[in-house]
């Protein structure tokens, strides 16, 4: 985003496209020429994809199993009402890359509402989940009421509310609460990387790390 505000959208590509392939220069240029008309008006709906596609680009991962949009992107389309970009993002990635398409989130309460309101479902959300409620936004009770009520899988973050709650409780409460998997810092991780790999070892979802996904 940073970069496009900066250098323009061609200023962007060649920034992240410097000794890529031919391959990936027809690949965004069908992108490109399949959102021209957003693109041209400077509309979200054309931008992110191609945002979407540097960024993979970029990345040069070839087993790419998910695309997850960062929470500061997320969440600013959250508060704008974009649905159409959330319901056009999910097939996209899909088709697109092959892989899970899905957001992180500050907002996890608000977020999962407005999915659900919009009949809108990606592979995953990644949002804030712990037994102080840090960061459950709107409020602690209505992110676990909205966890209830989702047909959306959720990958917790945050387990640790800033360093106030060990991994293992994190984890487990987050667990408990219908998270599908967690999702930790390294800065928290520390001595407890033991008690991450019993847990992944000891329940059936993965208890992963955040280079699990590319994300914008």
């Known amino acids: ?3 496009s505000s900066e250098l323009g959208l061609p200023g962007t590509a060649l920034k992240r496209l410097r000794g890529a392939p031919p391959a990936t220069f027809v690949r965004l240029g069908l992108t490109g020429v399949s959102h021209a008309g957003a693109v041209l008006k400077g509309d979200f709906l054309g931008m992110v994809p191609i ?3 540097l960024e993979v680009a970029a990345l040069g991962a070839r087993d790419l199993r998910g695309v997850v949009l960062s929470a500061t992107l997320t969440d600013m389309l959250l508060a704008g009402g974009h649905r159409a970009l959330f319901a056009h993002l ?3 990635v899909r088709a697109r890359f092959g892989a ?8 996890l309460g608000h977020l999962l509402a407005r999915l659900r309101e919009w009949g809108v479902q990606p592979d995953l959300v990644v949002g804030p989940l712990n037994p102080l409620g840090f960061m459950m936004k709107p409020t602690p009770g209505q992110v676990l009421a909205e966890l209830r009520a989702a047909d959306v899988p959720v990958v917790a973050k ?5 360093g106030a709650v060990g991994l293992e409780e994190g984890a487990r409460f987050a667990r408990a609460h219908g998270a599908r998997g967690v999702v930790v810092d390294l800065v928290d991780v520390g001595e407890e990387a ?6 992944a070892a000891g329940e059936p979802p993965a208890v992963g790390g955040r280079a699990a996904a590319a994300m914008l």
């Open 1 to 3: 985003m940073r970069d």
């Open 51 to 53: 945002m979407l596609e």
């Open 90 to 92: 999910v097939p996209f």
């Open 100 to 107: 899970m398409a899905g957001f992180e989130t500050r907002n």
């Open 158 to 162: 945050e387990i640790a509310a800033g």
């Open 194 to 199: 033991g008690v991450l790999r019993g847990l």
